[in-house]
């Protein structure tokens, strides 16, 4: 699991910055609900764009039933494969724990 996390370390995004994008992961910004618990929606800042980027961010919650080995594999499959009826991880993740 270490190896894939070092992989894709130019992936990852700050925990603060997705906070801030959700404001605090506010029920107001939640637009569905996946096998990993809720999708919000959000926009955020990323050195090769200009301005904010509209983004999708996914959030574990355990209580779906999924744990950390699973959300990796996600990431894992989301970050390199391609198809026309999904979004690709083309941005990044977060793997701090949130209280």
């Known amino acids: 699991m270490a190896s894939f996390l070092t992989e894709l370390k130019h992936l990852e995004i700050k925990l603060e910055d997705i906070k801030s994008a959700t404001n605090n992961f506010d029920e107001k910004n939640v637009i569905g ?3 990993f618990g809720k999708v919000y929606e959000g926009k955020l800042a990323f050195p090769h764009s200009e301005g904010e980027i509209l983004v999708a961010l996914k959030r574990l919650d355990r209580k779906y039933g999924q744990g950390d080995p699973e959300f990796y594999k ?25 209280r």
């Open 33 to 35: 609900h996946g096998g």
């Open 74 to 98: 996600e990431i894992r499959f989301l970050s390199c494969y391609r198809h026309e009826n999904l979004i690709s991880l083309s941005l990044g993740f977060a793997t701090k724990v949130v």
